[in-house]
């Protein structure tokens, strides 16, 4: 059998979904989780009881042919839930869903996209999506934190 050239699919090359949008090449994925905290009583210690806010910051290349994805991102990134349900019907209900080895966020909404491109690589476009939780429904968020659960479980092995 003649040795290929081409990468191979890997488990370890895994893109980035957002939405249906695969990133292939992420320079950079930042999650922010903030947390309410409260003070336990008759003491100067408080706790955190619930999180407040989720974001997500995102920079990837998207090199030759994987500029077409730029529309998708677009689409996703319209910021009235109607338009954005004509974009992707499930998306009304659940929010867009961000898939990375570190774990499963539903319900985010982008709330910044931009594209850059200059003249040291004009056939890549660097893109930065900065998303953050909108929640939906306690159902969604219920399962997005048992999928956040068994992806962290299995990511050593990933």
């Known amino acids: 059998m003649a040795a290929r050239s081409e990468t191979m699919f890997s488990l370890q090359n895994l893109p980035v979904l957002v939405g249906v949008v695969p990133l292939f090449t992420v320079t950079n994925f930042v999650l922010n989780e903030g947390y309410k905290t409260a003070a336990i009583a008759g003491s ?6 619930t999180p407040t806010t989720k974001t997500i910051s995102i920079d990837a290349l ?15 990134a319209l910021t009235s839930r109607l338009l954005a349900a004509a974009a ?38 660097k893109v930065s999506i900065s998303l953050t939780h909108v929640p939906r429904s306690s159902l969604t968020g219920i399962i997005g934190a048992a999928l956040d659960l068994a992806v962290g479980a299995g990511a050593p092995f990933i």
Do not use: W, Y
């Open 88 to 125: 992707s019907k499930l998306f009304i209900f659940t929010g867009i869903p961000v898939v990375a080895k570190n774990g499963v966020h539903l319900d985010m909404q982008i709330t910044n996209l931009s594209f850059t491109q200059d003249n040291t690589m004009r056939d890549t476009l």
């Open 44 to 49: 100067s210690l408080t706790q955190m009881i």
């Open 62 to 76: 998207l090199i030759d042919e994987f500029r077409a994805l730029r529309p998708a991102l677009e689409a996703m």
